[in-house]
């Protein structure tokens, strides 16, 4: 009897006993599937507080521009959970080039060398720990020079428009400044104060003028007559034309199967050389030469430049430039003065003058000068490479002395400016 009785009471146990393990075999799945699969998502979270305590628990490497000035370093906190923070001491100046690491994520170089300057990389890893016996973070020169930048930061905010400068060494591809505007303070991203921070991103995020945008890479502008370098190109190319060869350039041209006119904004002739032209406000005459040599020749142009090639990365990504891959007549015309779907970076048309300059290679742009340890022991370094052959090299000094040559007197016919005609 007594027996019968343990047996019965022991079936509830075993059954208790059997939830239990079945509870802990999904509870060591669970961690087993989060441990293996999970990680990386969880240490990528924002809201993970533990990931945020070991990012600022030691100092990222420095950013430094070429000549050694020092645009984004780590500095001890005074308190808090958090042992260094970022500061970057010449602020707007460098944003489009620095970006900022915040609570939140990481922009810019911050963030395409994020591995280099936290001592993630294996390289640096290897190597830090080698001659140094720790995992320190890397410095990052780049490519900058500092008077070259506060150039062009400085033209940008005294005209006080939108807008954005680039300029690239022809010969290595290397950017020696890259500045957009209106632009803002990376500083008031990098602090601790989460209140803050949300507010101050909201603001920049909100603001009418899009700070944060970096028009240097990421906005597309209509290229107007700065196509002109690349139709002339073509037409050079194309063994139709000379510089000295004489072109159309009527006061006003109509586009086929359009009622609309391109006007001549002041050519200043009905028959000038071609040099003359490319010097010269005429539209007319290279949307006459782009209807001449048709839509294909002009988009393998300007695809020998780098146009329809989507990303490219320098390290920063930027956005491809574009020309129309297809166009009825009318629409060729108006590509060929830059308009219609003629689209380009900044960093683009910097390109176009350096492949000139550079007997028609387009070298690669690249921002990363050398990556280094705190002994100054050399991790990695750039190795200039070219990008495109865009041109021979005839054609490119045809066209360099085309584009450096001083532009002749505006010259009018009785009646007005060519502006004035009809």
Known sequence: MAGSRARWINVPLARVAMLCAVMLFVLLAHITLVQSFGSRVLDADPRNERTLILRYAHPRGDIRTYDGTTIATSRPTTGGPYRYQRVYPFGERY???????????ATGVEQAQEAVLTGDDPRVKVRSMVSAGSGAGAHVRLTIRDRVQRAAHDGLAAAGVPGAAVAIHPATGAVLALASH?????????????LRLALTSRRLRESPDRPLLNRALNRLYPLGATFKLVTAAAALASGEYTPTALVDAPPRLRLPGSSAYVRDTGCGSA?????????????????GIGLRLGHDL????????????????????ATGSRYPVTADRSQTALAAIGRYETLATPLMVAMLSAAVANDGVLMRPYLVEDVRLPDRSVVSRAA??????????ALARYLAAMMATTPPPRRHPVGGPASARR
Request: proline share 11%.
């Open 298 to 317: 002009l988009r393998d142009q300007a695809e020998a430049f780098g146009f329809n090639a989507g990303v490219l990365r320098i390290p920063l990504a």
């Open 384 to 393: 200039p490479a070219p990008y495109r052959t865009v041109m021979s090299p």
């Open 182 to 194: 209106p632009t803002y303070d990376p500083n008031a991203l990098a602090t601790f104060d989460r």
């Open 271 to 287: 028959h000038p050389t071609l040099v003359y032209a490319f010097q010269s406000p005429c539209d007319t005459a290279f949307a």
């Open 95 to 105: 944003a489009a080039v620095t970006g900022h690491v915040s609570l939140r994520r």
